[in-house]
């Protein structure tokens, strides 16, 4: 940097600068597409499910599982979120694992009859992939 661009901007005598290609920027956003989605009208209700499941299952797995129960449902929003993983100090052989299933649907409010399903559906699979139990 220049010693005037220094002096009359009293800067300190080691400055680092860099310049920054917004053009560039704009041009891989434009590219990437926008995923606007607008907010649902209808309220979300959420429920929470326990698995009991093997020590040695870990949450990673039992959550990517949910996940790919969920991602059938592509006319609802769903998110899961964790809540706890619970293992007794009496028992080494299991652990409960506890997540809250969010959902949300832009064209009509959820009822039970909605949303019970999938969550059996989730319950099934736990129970074959993990041998888990509801709880």
Avoid: W
């Amino acid at each position: 940097m220049k010693q005037s661009v220094i002096k009359n901007f009293k800067l300190p005598a080691y400055v680092a600068a860099a310049s920054l290609d917004t053009a560039g920027l704009e041009a891989v956003y434009v590219k990437r597409g926008s995923h606007y989605q607008p907010l649902s009208r209808y309220p979300s209700t959420s429920r929470d499910i326990s698995l009991k499941v093997p020590a040695q299952v870990n949450y990673a797995s039992v959550h990517d599982r949910v996940k790919n129960v969920i991602d059938s449902h592509q006319e609802l929003h769903i998110v899961i979120t964790p809540i706890s993983i619970y293992q007794p100090e009496d028992d080494n052989s299991t652990k409960t694992v506890t997540l809250n299933v969010k959902f949300t649907s832009a064209e009509r409010t959820l009822e039970d009859k909605d949303i019970a399903p999938i969550i059996e559906e989730i319950a099934a699979m736990a129970a074959e992939e993990f041998d888990a139990a509801q709880v």
